[in-house]
C-alpha cells in the first residue's frame, strides 16, 4: 500500500498542470556583478540560478523572462508581483515568511579579503576592532552589524563588491567582505583585481542557505522545481552549474 501510495505521489507531481505559462525573475545589473542571477553587458540573462530556473521550468514549458532591478528593489517587487521569483537567501529578506521558498540550491558564504603583504585573519568580531572594514551598502552582517553600529569596527560602504575591492587594492580599507562566489567571478571579469593578491579569511564572517524566493501563486511550480533540485543534487548536475560560475 505505501508503495502504490509512493508511486502516486511522483507521478502526480512530474504531470503537474500550471495556469501560469511565464515566470518573470529578477536580474542584477551589470553593475552588480553577481554570479546568481545577472545581465551581462550584452543585456544576456546569466547565472548559477538563471541556469537552474530554465533547465527546470522548460520540463513543464513554462518560459521564463526577465526584469532587470537592483537588489535593493526586488524584495518589494517580489511582493507586489511585479516579479515572481527571486533569487536570495531567507536571512537576507524582511518579509521572507511572505514568499515560497525553494529547496537550498548552495551556501552563500562571505569572507573576509585583506592583502596578503599585511592580512587580517578573522575568527570573532573582535579581531577586526578598530580596523576599517569594506562593505556593500544596504547589507546586513549579522555577527558585525553590533560592532559597527558602536563604532569598535569601521564599516566603510561600497554600491558593489567590485568597488569595496578597489578601495582595498588603494588601501582606503584595511579589509572587504566579499560573498566568495561573487570574489571568484570579479577575478574573471575585473582584470583590474589581479594587479594585488588578496588573502582569504580561513573562517566565513557570514553564511546563509541560497535558494529562489517565489511569489505564493508559484506553490506547484516550486514544488516541482524541489523534485528536481533533489535529482540533480544526486546525479551531479547542480554540481556542475554551480562549477560553471566558480
Not at 557570514?206 to 535529482?231: C, K, P, T
Amino acid at each position: 500500500m505505501n508503495r502504490k501510495i509512493l508511486i502516486f505521489f511522483f507521478v502526480n507531481i512530474i504531470n503537474l498542470s500550471f495556469a501560469e505559462t511565464v515566470i518573470v525573475m529578477q536580474l542584477d545589473p551589470p553593475s552588480e556583478i553577481s554570479p546568481h542571477a545577472f545581465a551581462d553587458e550584452e543585456g544576456n540573462a546569466a547565472g548559477i540560478m538563471v541556469d537552474l530556473l530554465e533547465l527546470i521550468a522548460a520540463k513543464q514549458d513554462i518560459r521564463v523572462v526577465y526584469r532587470v532591478l537592483p537588489r535593493k528593489r526586488a524584495e518589494i517587487a517580489l511582493y507586489d508581483g511585479e516579479i515572481d521569483a527571486y533569487a536570495s537567501s531567507r536571512s537576507y529578506l524582511k518579509q521572507h515568511e511572505s514568499f515560497l521558498w525553494t529547496d537550498s540550491i548552495t551556501v552563500n558564504r562571505d569572507y573576509l579579503y585583506s592583502p596578503k603583504d599585511s592580512f587580517l585573519e578573522y575568527n570573532r568580531p573582535e579581531d577586526l576592532f578598530g580596523f576599517r572594514i569594506g562593505t556593500r551598502l544596504g547589507y546586513r552582517y549579522r555577527d558585525l552589524d553590533l560592532f559597527f553600529e558602536s563604532g569598535e569596527i569601521i564599516r566603510d560602504d561600497a554600491l558593489s563588491e567590485y568597488q569595496s575591492l578597489l578601495k582595498l587594492q588603494r588601501g582606503r580599507v584595511d579589509a572587504a567582505v566579499v560573498n566568495e562566489y561573487v570574489y571568484n567571478h570579479l577575478l574573471k571579469r575585473c582584470s583590474d583585481l589581479f594587479e594585488t593578491k588578496f588573502y582569504r579569511s580561513g573562517r566565513p564572517v557570514d553564511s546563509a542557505e541560497l535558494g529562489i524566493a517565489f511569489n505564493r501563486r508559484w506553490y506547484e511550480f516550486v514544488r516541482f522545481f524541489n523534485y528536481e533540485i533533489d535529482i540533480m543534487k544526486k546525479n551531479g548536475a547542480l554540481q556542475e552549474i554551480l562549477d560553471k560560475y566558480k
